[in-house]
């Protein structure tokens, strides 16, 4: 099956700094979703993206859809951006099915 | 208030019996899923439904069952035989198959 591959595992900011995070796909897909899940194991929808580029606020995510690859930017981090970034992509002729990578952990310290 | 709800939101359970966990929506979404995530993971799909009365198995499907009898309701049932239980569940659903996917809260299952 799809390969979904996300770095960095874990990152630390301060408060203010910016970051970028990487998801990496082993096939076409149809359908990629960021999410953030807070500490109470919500997932709170960022952005559908299978490809080009969005903004909303602070967030932009950019998808390469023939180089298998999507980034996720968060600028001016704040402690509330805390938590765990998942990207999950739907492969090319399949259907419903998400498959999630396997995270990356953000805290955001003052 | 549309979206989709979970109830309990953590549920305790003896070895052996089987426990049914609930997923509601009023998004008027066709499809439904289930996904399971364990501590430091990302989710697995366990079971998925595009339409009334159909469902068909994720990756993880073995000792779980599920029924969608009405569009609004996707109830999960963890049986007996299911090996290692305690996890996270979440329920998610979506416009139609290939459309973006939104989750409800989750319930926590402890299985001892």
């Known amino acids: 099956g799809i390969q979904v591959e996300q770095s960095p595992p874990d990152l630390i900011l301060q408060e203010g700094a910016n970051s970028t995070l990487r998801c990496n796909f082993s096939?076409?897909?149809?359908?990629l979703q960021w999410f953030h899940q807070n500490p109470w194991g919500q997932l709170i929808n960022l952005f559908y993206?299978?490809?080009g580029t969005k903004q909303n606020g602070r967030l932009s995510a950019t998808t390469v859809a023939t180089e298998r690859y999507s980034l996720l930017y968060i600028s001016s981090s704040q402690t509330t951006d805390s938590g765990v970034y998942f990207c999950?992509?739907?492969?090319?002729?399949?259907?419903?099915?998400?498959?999630f990578g396997t995270g990356t952990r953000l805290q955001v310290t003052l | 208030d549309g979206g989709i709800t979970q109830s309990p939101k953590y549920l305790f359970r003896k070895e052996g019996q089987n426990v049914t966990l609930s997923c509601e929506q009023n998004?008027?979404?066709?499809?439904m899923y289930w996904y399971r995530q364990d501590p430091g993971q990302g989710l697995r799909l366990i079971y998925y439904s595009q339409i009334v009365n159909d469902f068909q198995k994720g990756d993880i499907a073995e000792g779980y069952s599920v029924s969608r009898e009405k569009k609004e309701s996707f109830p999960l049932t963890v049986t007996s035989a299911q090996k290692n239980p305690t996890a996270f569940y979440l329920c998610?659903?979506?416009?139609?198959?290939?459309?973006?996917?939104?989750f409800g809260p989750g319930t926590r299952l402890t299985v001892t």
């Open positions: 998610a659903s979506s416009i139609t198959a290939h459309y973006e996917q939104y």
């Open positions: 998004l008027n979404h066709d499809a």
């Open positions: 999950a992509v739907q492969p090319t002729g399949t259907a419903s099915k998400l498959t």
């Open positions: 096939d076409s897909v149809n359908n």
């Open positions: 993206i299978p490809s």
